[in-house]
């Protein structure tokens, strides 16, 4: 890869190269980290898809959900990347928001010390967790419940942190088991922890980070929405294709991951993230209510129309087939 685009990415302040004659509309666009949930992100942009859709997409890396929150209410973002869980929290609480697109399945991987290779090894461990609340964690204790570890079989150590904070736990000893998504989770495996399952091979249908906006903008705008995840999908299918996994990975590098978890990034958001055509999915929303009902986060699920729309991924995706035959 050129310097050029490698400066571009790197920064991942990305401002598309508009085709001469094209008016583009500009979509400035939220993601929280440089996680590689954003590969189809970097591939849109880098590769040009957007700019084939005539959308000139800005990105902002926001740091914090609750920030990505703040400056989607100063209207300063049009799409925002967020977890689903946190869409329907936050328009249980009257926020104007609509989920469009699904980007991956929860695909956090169960890391363990290397000493333990077994659930019941676990009894009477700590495990150590970012919030009591998540819904990741509201998975995985259905996960352990399912492996004859009941609630009070563990120990907790609530607000740990972050990944790398709950995986420095981990190697100290201070906790015996976390969970998280690659690199960190191929990262700790190449350091010799036992990676003991994913919450994608317990929960397929669950959606994860996923794609939104605010619902009166989005409605507004529907021809440019659909353009941008017209992008958004070729750029999967592009990294989907096993002849481009080479590619993939040195966009990835080129964004500041350790090449050498990469290889084994690639293969698991393949096999466990990845969504398909951002397919929605009723059951999979439904799931994340009861999850949020479960954590007393919420107090009601209300149904997949109130929190999602569907419609624009599947024009999205009719378009592309119609113009592939």
Not at 59 to 67: L, R
Not at 168 to 180: G, I, S
Not at 291 to 307: C, D, T
Request: charged share 25%; net charge negative.
């Amino acid at each position: 890869m050129n310097s050029y685009r490698r400066l571009l990415i790197g920064l991942f302040f990305v401002y598309s190269l508009i085709p001469l004659g094209l008016s583009a509309q500009t979509i400035r666009v939220g993601t929280i980290s440089q996680s590689i949930n954003n590969w189809p992100l970097w591939i849109a942009q880098s590769k040009g898809f957007f700019d084939a859709e005539g959308v000139d997409v800005k990105v902002t890396v926001t740091g914090e959900s609750e920030h990505q929150l703040d400056m989607v209410d100063a209207e300063q973002l049009e799409i925002f990347h967020q977890a689903a869980d946190h869409f329907v929290r936050e328009i249980e609480d009257g926020k104007d928001y609509v989920i469009i697109h699904t980007i991956t399945r929860a695909a956090n991987d169960l890391i363990v010390r290397p000493e333990y290779n077994s659930y019941e090894e676990l009894r009477g461990k700590i495990i150590a967790l970012d919030n009591l609340q998540t819904g990741y964690w509201l998975l995985y204790r259905k996960v352990l419940q399912k492996y004859g570890l009941n609630p009070g079989d563990y120990r907790l150590s609530p607000e740990s942190g972050g990944p790398r904070n709950r995986m420095k736990k981990v190697v100290d000893n201070e906790a015996q088991f976390t969970y998280m998504n690659a690199p960190a989770s191929v990262q700790a495996e190449l350091d010799g922890f036992t990676r003991m399952t994913n919450l994608a091979e317990h929960f397929p249908e669950f959606p994860a980070s996923s794609i939104g906006g605010r619902k009166t903008w989005i409605e507004a705008n529907r021809d440019q929405v659909i353009a941008y995840l017209r992008g958004y999908i070729r750029a999967s299918e592009w990294l989907r294709d096993p002849a481009n996994r080479e590619e993939a990975i040195n966009f990835a590098e080129d964004v500041g991951h350790d090449r050498a978890t990469l290889p084994g990034s690639y293969d698991t958001f393949i096999k466990n993230g990845l969504v398909r055509y951002g397919t929605l999915n009723r059951d999979g929303l439904r799931l994340v209510g009861d999850i949020l009902i479960e954590g007393n986060v919420i107090q009601h699920y209300q149904g997949m129309e109130k929190y999602a729309d569907p419609t624009y991924q599947q024009k999205a995706r009719l378009d592309l087939m119609s113009s592939a035959n």
